[in-house]
């Protein structure tokens, strides 16, 4: 059986977002008495979990990017539009997006989260970010420039300033973070810039929490640390940004620190991406939409919202909300194909109940931490099966191949193969 | 025997431009008793001949660009600078750029060239450029921007003139770009838009002279045509573009057609990029500057100029310069490695010839045609020449197998992997 998305007669679901939710919801709803549209700013899925290994430049973004078209390709009932959605009306049932608008049975809220600088305006304006492909290029080129600039002073200037890293948030992305540019300060500084003295390079990592990695156990916690220290990263448990002088370039801890950068890398924290129309009474915790068990926004049997921008508590074990993690989200996607095919044919959902797969995070070579299915491990195995994992989680054989290769590229040349500055001459913060 | 850049006491040769003829000067000159400094606005090297494969998703970036850091890092006494030159000043010996000031004993120009649109501002403004990793990842995300646009339409608009792609120049360039669109055509919109009409994208190739790739035999001229046709490209010879309005969309031709199109790919032509304080008296046709047959800039023993930027009459075969190609500037700059030598020796130099080794370009899967060392080959034996070739001429053992990598996945399915939109939503033309 076959259906064709200009031609079905059936009733119409808009989802809002291509991300780990968005994709694996597509999926199950390939060829299904449904009509499908997917609508997205980007064209293409993007596997954030390497999105740091982007930004210093062990891989280019088309081994992590991935084209939504391509995915649906096989899909006759389903559609992508490319486009930015300005409002939702929920009395008409309609999506405003800038290339028109498109009315719809059901909705998918989809959107995902942004990086939260929890108000601080000066952060929010002088920090970098590792949310999209954009951000990830910036930052590579950012990371490259500043040891332009540091050649350039010429022994004067405040080298200190320009080749102090401040990482901000010990979750994986930050402890990854620190962990590569620690890693480029070993290998790929003397190497390429051998009239800097790479000892002038400093890497920290800010964590306002008592431990890294809060979402793994204390083994690992303790271990990642570890495996930072080794590499040189300076790691400040119970500490938290204050604020940041972009004139004098003085970051100022709670502690009563102060480290003079001009490069912060904000991983501290993300919050849900709403969008205009939806009520704001429906907005929680982490800026998420409150939803029941079957991810239906508060009040609407037609409106699901599903990861990351989805904040349930009906699931005992997370009363205040599921992490804001990729695994959620395809669980979600997941069971929200199911139970909407259910609620066409008006058989009773199913909740939603998070089956916590683990956790793993990678510091540097044959160094990681990984808890899956309970196993633990640290270092060399768990470096091993962090990298398989990733392999098997990215979308596609392409990619798959692509990071292979690159990494095995990269750990054969102890390199970053990629350090090529793409944006504007003299870019930043302009 | 070991040179140190810091601590040598040498002659400083600056190089302006880690282009085909940069490259290979620096190569010359590894652990020679000369002291060098290669200043460029990027920090890679780029292989302008697979330009347009970044520009139709064939390639990454990194497939083509090499970090010149990486080309020089074993060489004791070559330090590379990221830097805008602003001017040269030969009376004080001063290269002014954006990081400062330097100063030289010896100078090489080696700027390159830049798209010449022979005085026409609104071709310029509106025409998109092949000469840059940013113009060609702006053509990728312009040409699948195109199609996204169309889709938008909902049959209504003006569908002509979004999927009218105008290249225009028939050198290797336009017709290697001319033949990526039309397989896009042929492979790509089919799977990835099939609710568009594949058959409304129209690539027309205008060139002015009277056959193509001119640099090339009868034969060869009329082999490209031929395979461009057969690829379904509106070819229109003794052709020249005179104006392009951008509200209308209309561009006119010297033959009384008017073509409907939103994206004009700009291949006719290039001029040398001269420098603020080299005399403007020494430019001559193409805006190159005058040199002897040493390279020597008209007038001066110690400031050179190699490759695009050098317009050299000594030459008996080339008495209106040499073509502007990456072979002339590779010779040129090894012809003056040598020769720089032998000036700091007090030996005579040698005067450049140019060895013409041939040329080559590619029309798409199985159709290439290729001249070189005088062997004349069309079809799929003259497409694995070009495939082979490229493969020897491109920098490095990673990007040789990324790209060999990329054209076998592109050679099994058909497509061109890396569909995907990077540059900001809504680009074109911000």
Redesign the interface.
């Known amino acids: 059986m076959k259906y064709h ?2 031609s079905m007669q059936a009733p119409h679901l808009i989802i809002i977002g291509g991300g780990f939710a968005g994709v694996e919801l597509i999926k199950k709803l390939n060829n299904k008495p449904i009509k499908v549209t997917v609508l997205d ?4 899925f993007n596997f954030q979990p390497l999105m740091y290994q982007v930004a210093s430049g062990g891989l ?3 081994a992590i ?1 991935y ?1 939504l ?2 995915i649906i ?1 096989k899909m006759p009932n389903i ?1 992508f ?4 959605v300005l409002e939702v009306k929920t009395d008409t049932k309609e999506v405003v997006t ?3 608008s498109y009315t719809y049975d059901y909705l998918c809220l989809a959107t995902g989260a942004q990086t939260n600088f929890f108000g601080n305006a000066e952060l929010e304006k002088h920090s970098m970010q590792l949310k999209s ?2 951000d990830a ?1 910036d930052l590579r080129s950012d990371i ?2 500043e040891f ?2 540091a ?2 002073q ?1 022994g004067s200037g405040n080298l200190d300033r320009i080749l102090n890293f401040v990482v901000v948030g010990g979750g994986p992305t930050g402890v990854e973070t620190a962990g590569a540019l620690a890693e480029i300060k070993k290998n790929v500084l003397p ?5 800097l003295d790479a000892g002038k390079m400093q890497v920290h990592l800010i964590e306002a929490a008592p431990r890294l990695l809060a979402a793994m156990s204390e083994i690992s916690s303790t271990k990642a640390k570890q495996f930072l220290e080794e590499l040189g990263v300076q790691v400040q448990l119970n500490t938290s940004v204050q604020n940041y002088d972009s004139i004098t370039g003085n970051l100022s801890l709670s502690n009563g620190t102060v480290l003079q950068t001009d490069t912060i890398i904000w991983s501290a924290g993300v919050k849900g991406k709403t969008i205009t129309g939806i009520p704001p009474a429906l907005i929680m915790r982490g800026n998420r939409y409150k939803v029941n068990e079957y991810n239906q926004l508060d009040g609407y049997e037609n409106i699901f919202a599903v990861g990351d921008i989805a904040y349930m508590t009906s699931d005992k074990a997370f009363p205040n909300g599921h992490p804001m993690v990729g695994t959620v989200a395809q669980q979600q996607g997941v069971l929200m194909g199911k139970n909407i095919l259910k609620l066409l044919r008006k058989e009773p959902m199913k909740p939603y109940t998070y089956l916590n797969l683990g956790s793993m995070a990678t510091v540097g070579r044959h160094k990681a931490v990984f808890e899956i299915f309970g196993i633990k491990m640290q270092g060399y195995i768990a470096w091993l099966g962090w990298m398989f994992l990733h392999l098997m989680l990215l979308v596609g054989f ?1 990619n798959r ?2 990071v292979l ?1 690159n990494w095995m ?1 990269n750990y054969v ?1 102890y390199q970053r ?6 944006r ?3 870019g930043k913060n302009n």
Chains 1, 2 share one sequence.
Not at 41 to 44: A, D, G, Q, T
Not at 81 to 84: H, K
Request: hydrophobic share 40%.
């Open positions: 998305y200009q700013k980007n064209n293409y280019g973004p088309d990017a084209p078209r391509k390709s559609a539009r490319m486009a930015e800038n290339i028109g492909i954009p290029l490259l420039q332009e600039k050649l350039s010429n190497a390429d810039y051998r009239e392409r191949l692509v290769m590229w040349s193969a990629i350090r090529i500055i793409t504007p001459f003299l």
